[in-house]
């Protein structure tokens, strides 16, 4: 899945844009509500576009009013469910992780995002960057990295650092890639260790 876009990219291209931009919103909107939304990624024509086809599809209803057409999500579709749930590909991550480590938590503090997907520049191209904080007893990284790749797909790259490390490091500066995860890491599972910079 594509971290970064609306359905992870399973409905890619901008009705997936315009569908999740409306799920999200959860109240009746006007065609240019929704392209206010997502301006950066439709234009108006294409908006309407893709509207005209969300309600032929039934996953949205259309109402009049005044000069203007209001949309909302037909929650009483099928499919709404299921599409609630793979609107946020994070919520997903957190999932695939929540479910791997139901059977091997012992050890682990925190599960952190970071990189690009953490900071919501990643590509079709990025892989999925993850740091575990646990105590020497964890020893199940291929685990967790076989349940992201096969169930979220992409690649996967794991950090693993104990908590001391993860305070002591961060603290000192020294490591970068640990004021990377400090700074735009999100916290997937857990609680990641509080730290002080000295930087």
């Known amino acids: 899945m594509f971290i970064n876009e609306p359905f992870g990219g399973i409905i890619a291209g901008p009705q997936g844009t315009v569908l999740a931009a409306v799920l999200r919103?959860?109240?009746p909107l006007t065609g240019r509500q929704v392209h206010r939304l997502v301006s950066d990624r439709a234009s108006q024509q294409t908006v309407q576009r893709c509207l005209?086809?969300?309600?032929?599809?039934?996953?949205?209803t259309v109402m009049r009013a005044g000069n203007a057409n209001l949309y909302e999500v037909n929650e009483t579709h099928v499919a709404i469910?299921?599409?609630r749930e793979l609107v946020s590909p994070l919520n997903l991550l957190r999932r695939v992780i929540d479910e791997a480590l139901a059977d091997s938590p012992r050890g682990v503090v925190a599960v952190v995002l970071f990189g690009s997907?953490?900071?919501?520049?990643?590509?079709?191209d990025s892989d999925i960057d993850l740091a575990v904080i646990a105590d020497g007893i964890w020893d199940d990284s291929q685990g967790l990295w076989?349940?992201?790749?096969?169930?979220?797909?992409?690649?996967?790259?794991?950090?693993q650092y104990t908590p001391a490390e993860f305070i002591e490091w961060?603290?000192?500066?020294d490591e970068?890639?640990?004021q990377t995860?400090?700074?735009?890491g999100i916290t997937l599972w857990g609680e990641t260790p509080t730290t002080t910079s000295s930087r």
Not at 52 to 60: A, I, N
Not at 146 to 159: E, F, K, P
Not at 181 to 184: F, S
Request: one cysteine or more; a negative charge; charged letters at 20%.
């Open 25 to 27: 919103t959860g109240t």
């Open 181 to 184: 995860i400090a700074r735009d």
């Open 117 to 124: 997907a953490a900071r919501g520049e990643a590509t079709p």
């Open 81 to 83: 469910p299921s599409l």
């Open 52 to 60: 005209h086809d969300l309600v032929k599809l039934g996953l949205l």
């Open 170 to 173: 961060t603290a000192a500066g």
């Open 146 to 159: 076989d349940a992201v790749v096969q169930r979220y797909g992409g690649t996967c790259d794991i950090l």
């Open 176 to 178: 970068a890639v640990l």
